[in-house]
């Protein structure tokens, strides 16, 4: 029994493991695509400036023949000046423009390197890891939701462990066919006048046997032999491990935890 239960826990740990790094995979996806947006935008940037500075570059080398062919033909100082003056403001414009060129290239390498590493986060985040579930959020809601959709696939017998019979409501077991014959194992306290009220109204059915399991300390579900779904409850209202599974190996490993609420509960 212990080793099974160990077993189970594992299962249920890797189930929600895998939850866990899929939505980090996804959030590192995300992350990887805005860093190739900015990656791409920057490279824009950089092809601009480059194009900037080679059209600085062609106008300070006409500037250049310009004032050695003012310079020869002896025209007037002044204007000689006034060319000068000018190609001394381009060179400075130039200057600013590679320095804002080489500003851009180490964000553009450090953009890269960025993107490299998340690129290496998520490939590691596909990778097996120990992670401490203790404290991990699933509610009843979810697990009873998920139950009625495994249900509506039912076609000749289930097995269902719920902590109270209260919690029988929420799967509509009225909607299945007369054909599934259902063994319930649920907590009722007959002092109660609605546990007293639902269970009338659940033994009226030919097709449903209930019995009285007073731990009220798991979900189970085992349709057909072929799905399982086993919900272990925590300290807290909403933290509760499961496991969800289709898999002949596994639902043979489980079905003996799966069937024990069954087996140790009472009839009524």
Known sequence: MDNSYEIKKR???????????DEQIKALEEAL????????????????????????????????????KLSSAAIDPDIVKEKEEAISQLKKELEILNEELTKADEELESLELENEKLRQDKSS???SAIVDFTKIQIPKSEILKK???????SISNVTIVVPTIEDLQELYLYELRSSVSMKIACSINPGISEHSELLEEFESLDNISIRNYERGDRF?????????????????????LVVHT???????????????????????
Do not use: C, Y
Request: no cysteine; aromatic share 2%.
């Open 246 to 268: 289709k898999d002949p190996k596994h639902f043979k490993l489980l079905n003996s935890i799966a069937t024990e609420g069954w087996i140790q509960s009472r009839k009524i």
């Open 11 to 21: 299962l249920e740990a890797k189930d929600s493991l895998i939850k866990l790094k």
């Open 220 to 240: 189970v579900l085992t349709r057909d032999g072929e799905e399982l779904l086993i919900a272990v409850r925590g300290n807290s209202e909403n933290n509760n």
């Open 147 to 153: 139950m009625r959709e495994i249900l509506e696939n």
């Open 33 to 68: 695509k805005v860093k190739d947006e900015q990656i791409e935008t920057l490279e824009k940037t950089i092809k601009t400036k480059d194009d900037g500075t080679k059209t600085l570059e062609k106008t300070l080398k006409l500037k250049d023949e310009e004032i050695k």
């Open 125 to 127: 985040s596909t990778d």
